[in-house]
């Protein structure tokens, strides 16, 4: 956070604004420090994560001198309306291949910006950074199509991070991405992350408190009350916000934590049940994966435990990597969690009570 104090949190209206008057030529350089322009008092930080995506909403088509037809989706009904809908038809016009179609491809890009001290006192700004492409012909010239789906959702052309596609437009910068929630203020976010999960479980106790559970064994049938078999079900607390209390339990405490993390949220409603949560993405990223190899020794672990903090730059970051789920393997932190019971390793007693509390109740991402 600057010496500036905010005057007001950041707004879709005026975030889309900043975003539009972003020049192509010079937009990644500028992001930052216009949104501080915009937002006085904060302090933007911008990071971009391997998230790669292409739209289907905005595909354009192209006449064989560059000219844009219009919106590929109604072209496409439209030509195929000519054509009686003969799909042969239409593909034997086209696949000479002078009809392009361009599309718009994307990053995820996170733009985050400190409220205060403590560490889910932070706004992020959830972006696309998107570019237009020439994607290829509005037909495979090889194969003909068996539906108009085929046609209307093109799936011959390559689509990777690195292309040699011409470039038609861009890059620009568009709020949400791919993600559901653009902007976040992520103490509110938590806050309401907890209370949504509460709510939920306390409106399922009559259910809950007639559940039983049946188990079969050799002595036979034995009923239990799912409530005495989960006498703290109430009690829960969701991963997320487990997530950033175990980071400020812990060394990684004097860091801040988006410049290690960037949160791809969702905050939506499906099959009528609110949805809500995130998917931490680290920004920085060991050299290779770490698991618990048959025979390795706990000793061996913790030297290869240090050496991923050395390389992220954060102590105990191989922690918050493990919960993530692919760079560290959730046996690392069980190897380790029981060699501190048995006194073989040390760690900081703030970072040892961390992962022994996970041990005792895991969560992962």
């Keep these: 956070m600057s010496e500036e104090k905010p005057v007001r949190l950041p707004d879709a209206t005026t975030v889309e604004a900043v975003l539009a008057s972003l020049d192509p030529a010079s937009a990644d350089a500028e992001l930052a420090p216009a949104l501080a322009n915009a937002f006085p008092g904060f302090d933007f930080t911008v990071a971009a994560v391997d998230?790669?995506?292409?739209?289907?909403?905005?595909?354009?088509?192209?006449?064989?001198?560059?000219?844009?037809?219009?919106?590929?989706?109604?072209?496409?009904?439209?030509?195929?309306?000519?054509?009686?809908?003969?799909?042969?038809?239409?593909?034997?016009?086209?696949?000479?291949?002078?009809?392009?179609?361009?599309?718009?491809?994307?990053?995820?890009?996170?733009?985050?910006?400190?409220?205060?001290?403590?560490?889910?006192?932070?706004?992020?700004?959830?972006l696309g950074r998107e570019i237009e492409v020439l994607a290829g012909p509005v037909v495979d010239p090889d194969y003909r199509p068996y539906s108009a789906d085929d046609l209307l959702d093109p799936s011959w052309v390559r689509r990777e991070p690195a292309t040699d596609a011409p470039l038609l437009s861009g890059p620009v910068y568009r709020l949400g991405g791919r993600a559901a929630a653009g902007i976040v203020h992520m103490r509110s976010f938590l806050a309401r992350r907890a209370r949504i999960d509460k709510e939920q479980r306390q409106a399922s106790r009559p259910e809950l408190e007639n559940r039983i559970i049946s188990q079969?064994?050799?002595?036979?049938?034995?009923?239990?009350?799912?409530?005495?078999?989960?006498?703290?079900?109430?009690?829960?607390?969701p991963r997320e916000n487990r997530f950033f209390a175990d980071w400020e339990r812990s060394s990684a405490c004097t860091h801040r934590i988006f410049d290690h993390w960037a949160f791809d949220i969702h905050d939506l409603e499906h099959r009528g049940r609110r949805e809500i949560g995130f998917i931490p993405r680290p920004l920085k990223m060991p050299t290779e994966t770490l698991s618990s190899e048959?025979?390795?020794?706990?000793?061996?672990?913790?030297?290869?435990?240090?050496?991923?903090?050395?390389?992220?730059?954060?102590?105990?970051?191989?922690?918050?990597?493990?919960?993530?789920?692919?760079?560290?393997?959730?046996?690392?932190?069980?190897?380790?969690?029981?060699?501190?019971?048995?006194?073989?390793?040390?760690?900081?007693?703030?970072?040892?009570?961390?992962?022994?509390?996970?041990?005792?109740?895991?969560?992962?991402?």
Excluded at 97 to 108: I, L, M, P
Excluded at 112 to 120: D, I, L, R
């Design 216 to 237: 079969v064994g050799p002595d036979g049938t034995r009923d239990t009350a799912f409530l005495d078999a989960n006498p703290d079900w109430f009690d829960f607390v």
């Design 294 to 365: 048959d025979g390795i020794s706990v000793h061996r672990l913790m030297e290869r435990t240090e050496a991923i903090d050395q390389k992220i730059g954060l102590p105990f970051a191989w922690f918050f990597l493990m919960t993530h789920g692919h760079w560290v393997d959730p046996d690392v932190g069980e190897a380790i969690a029981a060699g501190l019971r048995q006194g073989r390793v040390r760690l900081p007693p703030r970072d040892a009570g961390v992962l022994l509390a996970w041990a005792d109740r895991r969560y992962l991402f």
């Design 51 to 126: 998230d790669f995506y292409w739209r289907g909403d905005a595909r354009t088509v192209l006449s064989a001198d560059g000219t844009r037809i219009g919106d590929h989706r109604a072209w496409v009904e439209r030509e195929l309306e000519e054509f009686s809908g003969d799909l042969i038809a239409f593909w034997n016009r086209y696949r000479t291949g002078e009809h392009k179609f361009a599309e718009w491809r994307g990053t995820s890009v996170f733009a985050c910006a400190a409220t205060g001290p403590g560490v889910a006192d932070f706004v992020q700004l959830s």
